[in-house]
């Protein structure tokens, strides 16, 4: 998941990515990931557990 942070707070993109192979990518704008948040509890789960995750990653990064 790339730029899930500037669709949920309408901010500027802060992240790039390059793959190393060929890949396929699906793009999801403001109303869907608005729309998957409101009618799957599944995938609003999933991106509340991998946003935690990487504040938990900051925090141990932070304070060592």
């Not at 704008?29 to 948040?37: D, F, T």
């Not at 799957?40 to 990487?54: D, I, Q, S, T």
Request: glycine share 8%; hydrophobic share 50%; charged share 30%.
């Amino acid at each position: 998941m790339v730029g899930e942070l500037g669709v949920l707070v309408r901010a500027p993109r802060n992240a790039t990515v390059t793959t190393t192979a060929d890949s396929e990518l699906a793009v999801l704008g403001r109303r869907a990931v608005n729309r998957l948040l409101a009618d799957a509890p599944g995938f609003a789960r999933k991106l509340l557990e991998a946003l935690a995750e990487r504040v938990r990653e900051l925090d141990r990064h932070l304070v060592g």
